[in-house]
């Protein structure tokens, strides 16, 4: 997590260096960031890049056997309760 928020490392990483998107863009888009925030944690990538790399893989597989999981053949989607969202 960037320090003193709640918005993951992987999402600044992966919006820099798979969208494109240039550290001002990032603070545009969530102002609670700044660039100082987003400098950090491109230096902190650079220093722990494998681990970093590794969170965004393992984020991304969750998420595919999420939706797998939703979508099952011949069966509708199951509704999701407010509590399985925490």
Do not use: C, Q
Request: aromatic share 6%; proline share 5%.
């Amino acid at each position: 997590m960037v320090v003193g928020t709640r918005f993951p490392v992987r999402s600044v990483v992966t919006s820099v260096y798979r969208l494109g998107l240039t550290p001002e863009e990032i603070v545009e888009a969530w102002p609670y960031l700044t660039l100082a925030h987003i400098h950090d944690v491109l230096s902190f990538y650079h220093d722990h890049r494998r681990m970093i790399d590794r969170a965004i893989r393992e984020n991304r597989e969750a998420a595919v056997r999420r939706r797998v999981g939703d979508v099952d053949v011949g069966r509708k989607p199951r509704r999701r309760l407010a509590r399985d969202r925490r």
